[in-house]
């Protein structure tokens, strides 16, 4: 069975706003994934527009995300792939350094902290996981390692659940819906209601 939802967030961190479309495939008797495009504009550190196509397939586990910023001066594009043998490239360059990630992270972008939490259920089971994850920087599409812990912290009271994110010296607890989706990551976005 496939959910389809469309999310806007304010971007506070951006000082803009994003809108997603995204599929969701439940998991049994089909594999579970995710398919997303989604667009962005910012204002910080500089006004630009960003698109994006996410593909993520069994056990929500990134297959391909193509990034595309516009700002005043120059258009950046981002080909991010990772192999079914796990093996990781950027722009076509391998990428040994990513190498054991099951997850892309765009930087600014609630929807890519959705993946790692459907695969272990953590919007609905207490636990805590560390992931290696391949971090997008936005605007300037930089590809780095980042490891980071997700923490089940309780349910909220719409079903979803509060969990602790953490990367380094930051922390944040992010509020997600019954469905494991981003309602709101302080600092970073609110999710607006829908219509």
Excluded: K
């Amino acid at each position: 069975m496939t959910e389809h939802h469309v999310l806007t967030w304010e971007v506070m961190a951006s000082g803009g706003l994003e809108t997603a479309w995204v599929e969701i495939d439940g998991g049994p008797p089909g594999p579970a994934g995710l398919r997303a495009r989604g667009r962005a504009v910012g204002t910080e550190p500089e006004p630009y527009w960003l698109s994006y196509a996410l593909e993520a397939g069994e056990d929500f586990v990134t297959r391909h995300l193509t990034v595309r910023v516009e700002d005043a001066l120059r258009v950046r594009e981002l080909d991010l792939r990772r192999s079914v043998a796990g093996r990781w490239s950027v722009d076509g360059h391998p990428r040994p350094d990513l190498d054991g990630a099951l997850d892309c992270d765009l930087g600014l972008c609630p929807l890519t902290n959705t993946m790692p939490v459907l695969r272990h259920a953590l919007h609905r089971d207490p636990g805590e996981q560390v992931f290696l994850m391949a971090w997008v920087s936005v605007p300037d599409l930089t590809v780095t390692a980042s490891r980071q812990t997700y923490t089940h912290l309780g349910r909220t009271d719409g079903a979803g659940a509060l969990i602790r994110y953490a990367s380094g010296d930051f922390t944040a607890d992010v509020e997600f819906d019954e469905d494991g989706l981003v309602v709101g990551y302080p600092e970073l976005a609110r999710r607006r209601a829908t219509s």
